[in-house]
């Protein structure tokens, strides 16, 4: 089968599309634009031939790239087109699906209810990217969500006559996992992971967590892996910069962008993953979304993939498949009595440890395939 796969930023999702497709001889072709294409390259580093590789130039237009993915499409025959991420141009992606009647085509839905819902505004273009979704969805006829707790959610939005699929934002490889954190006796490495967003995750809690940790000297070091975004972001790398460290060691990174190679690197050496997520947000266009339900942490997907135990706010819905694997906490008392308790007794974390193993063991490609054989064949 010929298979297209299009992505724009979220080149760490579109990583386990591509696996998951890589079988029985599928033909694949990657769209990406230039950023997405750069961070592939770390990810693929062995297999880049597997594929063929269609990147936009930085100076092609968005519409003009569209073009070339609908030509290339119909050159090649390719039977199945995979929808990983679309932000915007909504009425040109629906016109590209309208006239690829032939083809399968699959779209994934990050955040539910910016894509049926409409806050009134004056603004010209929201009310433009609001029809283009209206239209987009009408034209197409397989969806995909990355968690579990999110496809009944859609299901309702939909109707009976679409169909959902749940392919994860990271699948699970046991032979590309390294765990190479400190005993936990000594020091716990904590890694909050992804773009430091006000939106997506409450920091305040962070620098609560560290507040209590160093009153009560217990050794660990907090390290945010992603850049900061905005001015939310400069406010808390300003503080970050000016944070006294006795007992807790506060890590960071001014690049815009992690390298993946990094990235696996530190959280490699991740203890646990803490997501203090926020449990509702407004991502985009005025309309809330909910986290677990109508819009999925991120987070989620590296403790999926580095197969690391992690802490969550104690109402945030995650996939039953991790429950065993996550802390959950009501405030931050219970997170240091958490790290006091992995100081203290090293069989409490290497349980802890076995247990998010075993959970990452549910994603695995051959698992998720299993689970969605309406696109995948045996």
């Known amino acids: 089968m010929k298979i297209g796969i299009f992505e724009t930023e979220h080149f760490e999702g579109s990583y386990p ?19 997405a294409y750069e961070q592939f390259k770390h990810l693929f580093p062995e297999e880049p031939k597997r594929y063929t590789w269609k990147v936009k130039p930085e100076k092609r237009s968005k519409h003009l790239f569209i073009l070339d993915m609908y030509r290339e499409i119909k050159k090649n025959n390719i039977s199945l087109v995979y929808l990983n991420t679309v932000s915007n141009n909504f009425f040109v992606y629906a016109l590209m699906v309208f006239f690829l009647r032939r083809v399968r085509v699959v779209l994934t839905i990050h955040n539910i209810n910016t894509w049926f819902e409409y806050k009134r505004s004056f603004s010209f273009r929201r009310i433009v990217r609001y029809l283009g979704r209206k239209l987009l969805i009408s034209v197409v006829r397989d969806f995909n969500v990355v968690a579990l707790t999110m496809i009944h959610p859609l299901e309702k939005k939909l109707g009976l006559t679409r169909k959902v699929h749940c392919l994860p ?43 209590v940790l160093e009153t009560e000297k217990l050794p660990a070091t907090i ?10 972001g400069a406010n808390i790398l300003q503080r970050c910069s000016t944070w006294p460290q006795v007992h807790t060691e506060l890590n960071y990174y001014e690049f815009e962008i992690v390298d993946q190679p990094e990235f696996d690197r530190v959280m490699n050496k991740a203890s646990c993953v803490f997501i203090p997520s926020v449990l509702q947000t407004i991502i985009e266009d ?9 819009i999925s942490s991120g987070n989620l997907f590296d403790v999926i993939k580095h197969a690391k135990p992690f802490i969550i706010p104690r109402e945030l819905p995650v996939d039953h498949f991790l429950e065993r694997s996550c802390f959950r906490y009501k405030n931050t008392k219970d997170i240091v009595q958490l790290i006091s308790t992995l100081h203290q007794q090293p069989g409490y974390y290497a349980e802890w440890l076995k247990s998010a193993m075993q959970s990452s063991g549910n994603y695995t490609m051959e698992k998720v395939r299993e689970r969605n054989p309406g696109l995948f064949t045996a």
């Open 286 to 294: 005025g309309v809330t979304e909910f986290y677990g339900t109508t």
């Open 223 to 232: 390290i945010f892996l992603g850049r900061f975004y905005e001015e939310y």
């Open 169 to 211: 934002g990271a699948v699970f490889e046991a032979d590309n996992i390294k765990q190479t954190q400190a005993d936990p006796c000594d020091r716990i490495n904590i890694v909050i992971p992804g773009a430091v967003d006000g939106r997506r995750r409450n920091y305040q809690a962070v620098f609560d967590l560290i507040t």
């Open 17 to 35: 599309v591509i696996k998951l497709f890589d079988y029985n001889n599928n033909d694949i072709t990657v769209f990406a634009y230039e950023q």
